[in-house]
């Protein structure tokens, strides 16, 4: 069988970390595949991603994932609301808008 590459998976963890959001593997892909943005996060990984999106919900959401030697992308961290640390180092808040 071939798997597509940067196919979207997302680990059990992000179901179990957070119980109170309610946020399944399903919620934390449509986030991931309907992200405002997203960057690579080259100062801890070259392979680690941070991403803010929007599930199908309508609820706007910090993801982090990781691009494995697949090509595919395992998000592990989901969360809601975007911490501001999140949208600070995506360039979305006031005090860390990037130019």
Not at 18 to 34: E, F, G, R
Not at 72 to 90: D, M, S
């Amino acid at each position: 069988m071939i798997v597509p590459l940067n196919k979207v998976i997302a680990d059990g963890m992000v179901e179990w970390r957070h119980p109170d959001q309610c946020i399944s593997k399903a919620d934390a892909v449509a986030a991931w595949d309907n992200a405002i943005r997203s960057r690579p996060r080259i100062e801890k990984s070259l392979r680690e991603y941070l991403a803010i999106g929007i599930d199908g919900k309508g609820r706007v959401m910090e993801l982090v994932a990781i691009h494995n030697d697949e090509g595919n992308f395992l998000i592990y961290h989901a969360f809601i609301p975007p911490t501001e640390n999140a949208k600070r180092g995506l360039g979305m808040s006031e005090g860390g808008r990037r130019r």
